[in-house]
């Protein structure tokens, strides 16, 4: 089973500041990771996804996440933030079963990014 | 082109009433899925289809029944409201494996039960 840990429920920033969620995962096999944002009173929308390959990925609304497998983070930053990116992020796991097609998403608890004038 | 689409937006239940909560997708995705989203606790799978014609529970089964009554519509059904299931619900369809691999969601159905 997997499971995923964002680190601040909440963070604060003032706009134009640079900004990083953290994003801890566990799982015994290969994984698939993504960050989802979600607007207030809206769905879920895919910033970005580290399936293989370069470990810096980049999303959309210039946010960016790192994968590293050592330390079983996927880190999700942007160097300046506007007050637009006001929302709750998610950072979710899919583990690769062998054979398998589940694909299913375990989801972090979110972290509230607030971005102050 | 729609995505994904889900009805209702909103609904109000007394506790013991049934009700429905349809979702349909027109991206011909074989794999469609049920979360319930909570405060503090981020999103939880309810159930799941890998494909048509198969369901499979999720994180948090009890109390709800699905449907995959064809390629494009997956229902989730409350059989006797409790107000531990007010919450909102959103369904997901996937695409793909791979590099094409993603989740797309509905708008949500915010559901209070009473």
């Known amino acids: 089973a997997q499971s995923v840990t964002q680190l601040d429920s909440q963070v604060p920033v003032f706009e134009e500041a640079p900004v990083e969620l953290r994003c801890n995962y566990s799982?015994?096999?290969?994984?698939?990771l993504f960050w989802y944002v979600q607007y207030p009173n809206q769905g879920l929308q895919l910033l970005l996804k580290?399936?293989?390959?370069?470990?810096l990925v980049k999303g959309i609304n210039g946010f960016e996440a790192e994968f590293n497998k050592s330390q079983t983070s996927f880190h999700l930053r942007k160097p300046s933030v506007h007050i637009s990116d006001t929302a709750e992020y998610f950072c979710?796991?899919?583990?690769?079963?062998?054979?398998?097609?589940?694909?299913?998403?375990?989801f972090g608890k979110g972290t509230l990014l607030t971005v102050n004038p | 082109n729609a995505g994904v689409t889900q009805t209702p937006k909103f609904q109000v239940l007394k506790t013991g009433q049934s009700m429905t909560l349809q979702c349909a997708q027109d991206?011909?995705?074989?794999?469609m899925y049920w979360y319930r989203q909570d405060p503090g606790m981020g999103l939880r799978l309810i159930y799941y289809?890998?494909?048509?014609?198969?369901?499979d529970k999720g994180e948090v089964p009890n109390g709800y029944n699905v449907s995959r009554l064809n390629k494009r519509e997956f229902s989730l059904r409350l059989e006797s409201a409790a107000p531990s299931q007010t919450s909102v619900y959103f369904c997901?369809?996937?695409?793909?494996?791979?590099?094409?691999?993603?989740?797309?969601f509905g708008p949500g159905t915010r559901l209070t039960v009473t």
């Open positions: 997901a369809s996937r695409t793909g494996t791979g590099e094409f691999y993603e989740q797309y």
């Open positions: 799982s015994s096999v290969s994984v698939y």
């Open positions: 580290y399936l293989s390959g370069s470990t």
């Open positions: 979710a796991v899919s583990a690769l079963n062998s054979g398998g097609s589940n694909y299913k998403l375990t």
């Open positions: 991206m011909n995705h074989n794999s």
């Open positions: 289809s890998a494909s048509e014609g198969t369901t």
